[in-house]
């Protein structure tokens, strides 16, 4: 008998209901509802995969007015002969 032994007595604010896995007579309140609308124990219940959800990944931004890597500019030594006019 086990945990089942107060089937057929009355419990308060429970009723019997059979178990769509097992088949066995079960408590309302010992049962849990699956994501595919079976009532099952709590030994038969089982989580909904998550594979059933897939992340899609999302799309690479590309911009298409970036400007491009400007070129370093040329660097001349300093020449104290020519001043700082030129610069």
């Given amino acids: 008998m ?3 032994r107060n ?7 429970t009723c019997n209901t059979i178990d769509d896995v ?5 408590k309302l309140s010992k049962t849990k509802k699956r ?6 124990t709590d030994l038969n219940y089982e989580e909904r995969q998550p594979q059933d959800f897939p ?9 298409t007015e970036a400007r491009s890597e ?6 001349t030594p300093y020449d104290p002969s020519e001043g700082w ?3």
């Avoid at 089937?7 to 604010?13: A, G, I, R, S, Y």
């Fill in 2 to 4: 086990g945990r089942y």
């Fill in 70 to 75: 400007a070129e370093d500019p040329a660097v």
């Fill in 55 to 63: 992340v899609t990944p999302l799309a690479q931004t590309v911009y």
């Fill in 22 to 26: 097992t088949g066995a007579k079960v």
């Fill in 85 to 87: 006019s030129d610069l």
């Fill in 7 to 13: 089937l057929d007595k009355f419990t308060p604010n």
């Fill in 35 to 40: 994501w595919d609308g079976i009532v099952t």
